[in-house]
């Protein structure tokens, strides 16, 4: 019997893979960048399937190319708005991603940024790799207490609830802002001027949409206390750069700490990397080495799944 054809866009965790190859011929893009546009036009011809990261543009012109063949698109992430899921639903192409596995791992790494940022420890460790730690002293390298300030979470799912648990065991307010009524113990669901105007740190989890593209734009960083650290584990495009880069400069907001840029990869030349009071960390959120082998799981079984014309464990609505 003739086995489906799958594009695989990156090489992910091996245990993905191998459910692949036991059941399809397996065409891997290995190079470290992700294949340009006129690539994945090129290598999609014919495939029954593609596996798919956030880098990867699947638009219109990618599944023309691909043809009548193409059953299923599989997300090897959470968000996926790189794909066109309504041109793909109105030709019944399946959709799948990886939902909820890497909730713990973002919400670690939202703890990571905002102590990171908070206690000064990049600088910190710099300064005694740079040999300059000579004594102790009352006022090197003050940073923020957390106990009792007030966290602001933009976007109340999954990861922001995650989110709301570590910072509460750490004695912090928690404050949140959702479309939906959030019912969460001792979480306070607020306007987002309340949120802005009374957080410390403001972490932003919602969805990429259009309606939250530059959501955080100039009248937002208006609202904010000076001192407020904000920090995004979200997407890029939620933030407007350009407004971050002047709120930081002028003093209206006190940092930033990103693990999401606009675009990706950030330019090593963009002014926000100039900045003294920026934290930036290339877009490591998944990066547990369980959890990402967990979404090559998810994205292998998505992928089968819909080649088989089955339901997919794991579909985006749309």
Known sequence: MTRPKVFVTRRIPQNGIALLTEHCDVDIWDGDLPPSHDVLRARVQGMAGILCLLTDPIDAAVMDAAGESLQVISQYAVGYDNIDVATAQARGIAIGNTPGVLTDATADLTMALLLSATRQIVPAAQYVKDGQWQTWHPTLFLGKDLHQSTLGIIGFGRIGQAVARRALGFGMRVIANARRPIDFPDVEQVSLRELYQTSDVISVHTPLTPETHHLIDVAAFIQMKPDV???????????????????????????????VTDPEPIDPDDPLLKLPNVLVVPHIGSAGDATRAKMAQ??????????AGEPLPHPVMG
């Open 229 to 259: 650290l904000l920090i995004n584990t979200a997407r890029g495009s939620v933030i407007d750069q350009a407004a971050l880069v002047d709120a930081l400069r002028t003093g209206e907001i006190g940092a930033a700490a990103l693990d």
């Open 298 to 307: 998810m994205a292998a079984q998505n992928l089968l799944a819909g080649l």
